[in-house]
């Protein structure tokens, strides 16, 4: 039987994720000929099968009676069938049923075709006890642990909650016209306090949301970043575009007023909209990031002018990316969101004065 193009954009997206790929991108690149309904279910399966990963490996091995070694295409259909029918109520389950169990013959394991649908046969929607809050969150416990210490249990089960919905879609209005742009980083650059004519510097400037909130204020600006080929999108928004290495000493002779370093990081605070980080990311890759951080910040800070105003930001709820970070500077206050207390995704971000008076 012929399989639904959604599936089968989902299926093999979910695929590449698993070998490394971003799911935002992914869907993006391989749904753009498909039509609005079937790219939208695409996307549901996928988010869906990534937000709640640890749910669904818990059900196969509930529905198989056992745990037991399966190929990565016969556990990504599995997934696929058993989201579909718990969670999408629009979605008949044999319809999921049926053309999961084609897919695996689509990637060529004919072979487990009969234990996939012997699995999805006794797939329903009764209640399930969770054995252990990693499965009911479907979050790894080594970050409910980090976030409970840091910010309490309620915050922390509030973070991973949030991870499970469908982030808001927000929309900024600026004089560029209309730009997809979450109400948390919507919140960094009016931090900055921008005045007309003033020298800014926005060094990990793509996707070039922030610098284009930025340049609504009249400031001189010159958006960096480590990727040309990201940086090229910001083309229409000014000319001033200069490929760099954050973490190296920078190549400007000339101080800035107002500089922001929006870190790469971890992305913690933005695991409803990127799933996959919370199954890729491990405690080591802090340690890692929060040496590049302080790179970033440190050669930032040698560029802001006297009396100017530098803000250091993070999408990340890692202390280690934020505060771990800021330390080295003369911090004058610090903003902080969390998904499921705030709006929008999570946030943090430290507004550093320059030591330098003006007069010395």
């Not at 989201?83 to 049926?98: D, G, M, N, T, W």
């Not at 309490?152 to 919905?165: V, W």
């Not at 302080?294 to 250091?312: E, F, H, I």
Request: net charge neutral.
């Amino acid at each position: 039987m012929p399989i639904a193009a959604a599936r089968i954009a989902a299926f093999d997206i979910l695929q590449l994720v698993e070998s490394g790929g971003y799911a935002s991108d992914l869907l993006l690149a391989r749904t753009a000929d498909l039509d609005s309904r079937d790219a939208g279910l695409a996307s549901e399966i996928v988010f869906g099968v990534l937000r709640y990963r640890a749910q669904l490996d818990f059900l196969i091995i509930h529905y198989a009676g056992r745990s037991r070694k399966l190929d990565p295409e016969v556990r990504t259909a599995l997934r696929m069938a058993i989201y579909q029918i718990r969670y999408l109520e629009r979605v008949p389950p044999h319809a999921a049923v049926k053309e999961s169990v084609e897919l695996v013959k689509r990637a060529r394991k004919t072979s487990a075709a009969g234990f996939v649908n012997a699995i999805l046969r006794q797939v329903d929607r009764d209640p399930v006890i969770w054995p252990a809050r990693e499965i009911e969150y479907s979050c790894p416990e080594w970050l409910l642990a980090r976030w409970e210490r840091e910010y309490g249990e309620t915050a922390a089960l509030g973070i991973a909650q949030a991870a499970l919905r469908e982030p808001e879609k927000y929309v900024r209005i600026g004089t560029a016209g209309e730009r997809t742009q979450d109400i948390g980083a919507q919140s960094i650059v009016p931090l900055l306090d921008l005045q007309p004519g003033q020298r800014f510097l926005d060094l990990c400037a793509a996707p070039g949301n922030k610098t284009a909130q930025a340049l609504e204020a009249g400031v001189q600006a010159v958006a960096c970043d480590l990727h040309f080929h990201r940086l090229v999108q910001l083309k229409p928004l000014t000319p001033n575009l200069v490929v760099v290495d954050g973490t190296r000493p920078l190549p400007f002779a000339a101080r800035f007023d107002r500089i922001l370093v929006d870190a790469p990081c971890s992305g913690t605070g933005t695991l409803g909209r990127n799933p996959e980080i919370k199954w890729r990311l491990t405690p080591a890759d802090l340690a890692d990031l929060h040496a590049r951080q302080s790179a970033l910040l440190a050669n930032a800070l040698s560029l802001l002018a006297p009396g100017g105003t530098l803000v250091y930001s993070t999408c990340s709820l890692e202390p280690e990316e934020n505060e771990g970070v800021a330390v080295q500077a003369r911090v004058e206050r610090t903003e902080q969101r969390l998904p499921g207390r705030e709006a929008g995704d999570g946030f943090y971000a430290a507004v550093i004065k320059c030591d330098i008076a003006v007069n010395d």
